[in-house]
């Protein structure tokens, strides 16, 4: 079993490149099997973690031809995919998966698929995906039996679609199903966040015919046929924000390069509050943090453009270190306050009750012996050790792995003592 271990103290300093938003090429991944042409499909900046290690693996067992080209370029062919049942065992390892349903059903009019697993966060029901598209026409039937749902329809047919929460797994996949769908489909209280928009470029380039994305209404008028297409993802905010919360854990002062600063707004408001320097400069945020960040009044995670639920746990582990009691309201997820037991041991100072947490910042965190829960407790544990005194040990990589890609080496390319060991 590998894991971390982490020697706190030292001062980030240095540039680190963020590469593609690990949020954007999941469902990015399953678009490319819309195009049912010959053409290659070639994507640029694709994160080599766990999750798209997987999903490409999902995409070959449906009959794709996935190659690496280099360490972060991929080229796909689509023309042989003629499988519209996920297995099982490969579709509880991701809740991603999810996303191929919309995309099977509207290529091959019919698809077989389990529940998809993913992170222990809370409960997340697919019915505002199933109820999508079903408005859509798709029938729908559970096989309790087997532990699958099969969903067909010879053709989908546009609708006007209304979520009743603006989620983004829901419309992206109702985006998808909807491209191939005869007519107009409308998607009313859309989710708005900024992968969303990346996935309209990317079917719009490939001849879709969406608008919208980023608001709360997404128009689109079905078409026939996608072509091949390159494609760069836009880079990983939630990579971004966790080594800007790094870096305030350690009073550091650190430049990232390949950003989109527009979706960082609401992470760089916060992080100000708590004394940190941010500052734009061509694409580039530098920020500056002070020795001890200090305490917020509040921290209210939100559907974007408000402050990510992917975010709180590093950030409620940055304000364990912060000067003053910060209260932290996760309004998105169930049960996504796991990562507090384990920063206890680290000296934490934090009450939770249902879905508020009251952090009263201690002077300095101490090293401990520390497990991820899941992918995102998991980087709030690495922000909590850097800035942490003595030595921390976090298992559980297999988490972190999914989200981030060689963190150790772009932590210790700005001086953490940080190394992965097998234990």
């Known amino acids: 079993?590998?894991?971390?271990?982490?020697?706190?103290?030292?001062?980030?300093?240095?540039?680190?490149?963020?590469?593609?938003?690990?949020?954007?090429?999941?469902?990015?991944?399953?678009?490319?099997?819309?195009?049912?042409?010959?053409?290659?499909?070639?994507?640029?900046?694709?994160?080599?973690?766990?999750?798209?290690?997987?999903?490409?693996?999902?995409?070959?067992?449906?009959?794709?031809?996935v190659a690496w080209e280099d360490s972060n370029r991929l080229v796909i062919y689509t023309q042989d995919v003629n499988i519209y049942t996920i297995e099982e065992q490969l579709?509880?390892?991701?809740?991603?998966?999810?996303?191929?349903?919309?995309?099977?059903?509207?290529?091959?009019?019919?698809?077989?698929?389990?529940?998809?697993?993913?992170?222990?966060?809370?409960?997340?029901?697919?019915?505002?995906?199933?109820?999508?598209?079903?408005?859509?026409?798709?029938?729908?039937?559970?096989?309790?039996?087997?532990?699958y749902i099969y969903a067909s329809c010879p053709r989908l047919t546009g609708a006007d679609i209304h979520l009743d929460y603006p989620s983004v797994g829901a419309t992206e996949n109702i985006l998808m199903a909807a491209v191939y769908a005869r007519g107009v489909t409308t998607i009313s209280n859309a989710a708005k966040e900024p992968e969303i928009v990346d996935l309209q470029n990317i079917l719009n380039k490939m001849g879709a015919?969406?608008?919208?994305?980023?608001?709360?209404?997404?128009?689109?008028?079905?078409?026939?046929?996608?072509?091949g297409i390159e494609f760069s993802v836009i880079p990983d905010r939630i990579v971004a924000g966790t080594m800007m919360m790094c870096a305030s854990a350690t009073g550091g002062e650190i430049v990232l390069e390949n950003v989109i600063p527009?979706?960082?707004?609401?992470?760089?408001?916060?992080?100000?509050?708590?004394?940190?320097q941010i500052r734009e400069d061509n694409g580039r945020l530098h920020i500056a943090a002070p020795c001890r960040p200090r305490a917020v009044?509040?921290?209210?995670?939100?559907?974007?453009?408000?402050?990510?639920?992917?975010?709180?746990?590093?950030?409620?582990?940055?304000?364990?270190?912060?000067?003053?009691?910060?209260?932290?309201?996760?309004?998105?997820?169930?049960?996504?306050?796991?990562h507090a037991d384990e920063l206890r041991r680290m000296n934490a100072q934090i009450i939770i009750d249902g879905r508020t947490a009251v952090v009263r910042g201690v002077s300095r965190l101490t090293g401990a012996a520390v497990t991820a829960s899941d992918l995102r407790a998991g980087a709030a544990l690495v922000v909590a050790a850097l800035g942490a005194e003595g030595e921390t040990s976090v298992d559980g990589l297999q988490h972190i792995d999914r989200g981030y890609e060689n963190l150790e080496g772009q932590l210790k390319q700005l001086g953490a003592q940080i190394r992965r060991i097998n234990d």
């Open 297 to 338: 009044n509040t921290v209210r995670t939100l559907p974007h453009p408000g402050f990510p639920t992917d975010l709180q746990a590093p950030m409620m582990a940055m304000l364990a270190g912060a000067d003053g009691t910060s209260v932290v309201i996760e309004n998105v997820f169930d049960s996504r306050f796991k």
């Open 262 to 276: 527009a979706h960082l707004e609401a992470v760089t408001a916060k992080l100000r509050e708590t004394g940190a």
């Open 1 to 65: 079993m590998e894991k971390f271990v982490i020697n706190g103290g030292s001062r980030l300093e240095g540039t680190v490149r963020i590469g593609g938003a690990k949020n954007s090429i999941l469902p990015v991944l399953a678009a490319v099997l819309l195009n049912k042409s010959g053409d290659e499909i070639i994507l640029n900046d694709v994160p080599r973690i766990r999750d798209v290690l997987m999903m490409i693996e999902i995409l070959r067992s449906l009959g794709a031809k």
């Open 91 to 147: 579709m509880r390892e991701m809740r991603s998966s999810v996303f191929l349903m919309g995309v099977l059903l509207t290529r091959f009019g019919q698809v077989r698929f389990s529940h998809p697993g993913g992170c222990a966060i809370g409960p997340r029901p697919i019915d505002l995906h199933l109820k999508g598209l079903e408005a859509l026409g798709a029938r729908i039937r559970e096989q309790p039996e087997q532990g």
């Open 209 to 227: 015919r969406v608008r919208g994305a980023g608001t709360d209404q997404i128009r689109i008028e079905g078409v026939n046929q996608l072509s």
